[in-house]
C-alpha cells in the first residue's frame, strides 16, 4: 500500500505543479537538496574516476609507450642487423668480382697460350709442307729443265725440218743449243 500512497502523492504534486508551481529544479525550496545530490555526486564520479578509470587509462598508456618503444628498439637492431648484411653481402659481392675477374684473367691466359701453341704447330706444320711443297716444285722444274732440252731439240729438228727440208742430226741440234744458250 505504501507505493499506491506515494504514487497519489505524486500524482497530486505533479497536478499542483502544473497548475502554478516552478519547475522543479528552479524551484527554491528544492536547491539545498540539489546541491547537495550535485555534491555527492560529483565527488562520488570524481573518486571514481581518479581510483579506477584513470589508473587503467595510464596504465594502458604507459603499456603502449612501453610497446612502441620496444618496437623502436626492435627496428633500430633489425636496421644494424640490415646494414651490416647489406655490408657482408657487399664485400662477398666484391670478393666474388674479384674473383670472377681472376678466373677470366687465367682462362683468357690459358686460351691465349694454346691459341699460340696452336699457331706455333701450324706455322710448323705449313713449315713442312711448304719446304716438302718446294722440293717437289725444285722435282719439277728441274725435270721440266731437263725436258726442256728434249722439248727443244725436237722443236728445232721439226722447225729445221719444215724450213729447209733436210734432217738434221741429235747432236748437231744439241751442240747448237749449248751453243745458243751460253
Not at 89 to 108: C, D, F, H
Not at 123 to 135: I, P, Q, S, V
Not at 154 to 173: A, H, Q, Y
Amino acid at each position: 500500500m505504501f507505493v499506491t500512497e506515494a504514487l497519489a502523492a505524486s500524482v497530486e504534486t505533479a497536478a499542483n505543479g502544473a497548475e502554478g508551481g516552478a519547475f522543479p529544479p528552479f524551484d527554491s525550496s528544492t536547491f539545498a537538496s540539489q546541491l547537495f545530490w550535485l555534491a555527492l555526486t560529483f565527488g562520488f564520479l570524481y573518486w571514481f574516476m581518479s581510483k579506477v578509470i584513470v589508473p587503467r587509462i595510464g596504465g594502458i598508456l604507459e603499456t603502449r609507450q612501453d610497446r612502441i618503444a620496444q618496437d623502436i628498439d626492435r627496428a633500430h637492431e633489425l636496421k644494424s642487423d640490415a646494414d651490416e648484411a647489406i655490408a657482408a653481402y657487399e664485400q662477398e659481392l666484391a670478393q666474388a668480382k674479384a674473383t670472377a675477374g681472376e678466373i677470366g684473367n687465367k682462362a683468357r691466359d690459358a686460351a691465349k697460350s694454346a691459341a699460340e701453341a696452336e699457331r706455333q704447330k701450324i706455322e710448323a706444320d705449313l713449315a713442312g709442307k711448304l719446304a716438302e711443297a718446294e722440293t717437289r716444285i725444285a722435282a719439277v722444274r728441274d725435270k721440266a729443265m731437263a725436258d726442256v732440252g728434249s722439248v727443244a731439240a725436237e722443236t728445232t729438228e721439226l722447225i729445221v725440218k719444215k724450213l729447209i727440208g733436210e734432217t738434221v742430226t741429235r747432236t748437231e741440234i744439241d751442240s747448237a743449243l749449248k751453243t745458243a744458250g751460253n
